[in-house]
């Protein structure tokens, strides 16, 4: 009986205790996650199409036309008539108020020459390149 008492406490006393190297263990992995070195990748900048609101992607700028008719006057938006050497004061009230307006220049097919280049040259003096739109017959 002895004997097996001899062995149970020489096992007893076998244990390892393994805390120390856990310890240790959980040191150098701090060490080396601190000491790293991160590297910053450059990559594609990517853009959102949120930035770009949807209703200025959608929406057309505002249009002033200017239609030249065969009778010498020339018809503001289809609403007024005026003559053609007032197109400067009507183009530049318009840009003031819409600085990124469009002026369009029509021309009917049977008007003046010198009446649609009385128009264009008001407009142009008005600090705005106009598109021009010539009707046919």
Request: no cysteine; glycine share 4%; aromatic share 4%.
């Amino acid at each position: 009986m002895a004997r097996a008492r001899r062995v149970t406490s020489q096992q007893e006393d076998a244990e390892v205790n393994i805390t120390p190297l856990l310890d240790i263990v959980f040191i150098l992995l701090i060490f080396f996650i601190v000491t790293a070195t991160f590297l910053q990748e450059e990559g594609i900048g990517l853009t959102s199409p949120e930035e770009n609101p949807p209703e200025q992607q959608t929406k057309p700028p505002p249009t002033l036309t200017l239609s030249v008719q065969s009778d010498g006057f020339v018809r503001v938006d289809n609403l007024r008539l005026i003559d053609a050497r007032s197109v400067k004061l009507v183009v530049e009230e318009f840009t003031a108020r819409e600085p990124r307006g469009v002026v369009l220049v029509s021309a009917a097919p049977d008007a003046r020459a010198a009446i649609t280049v009385t128009v264009l040259d008001e407009a142009r003096q008005a600090g705005v390149e106009p598109a021009v739109a010539l009707q046919k017959q």
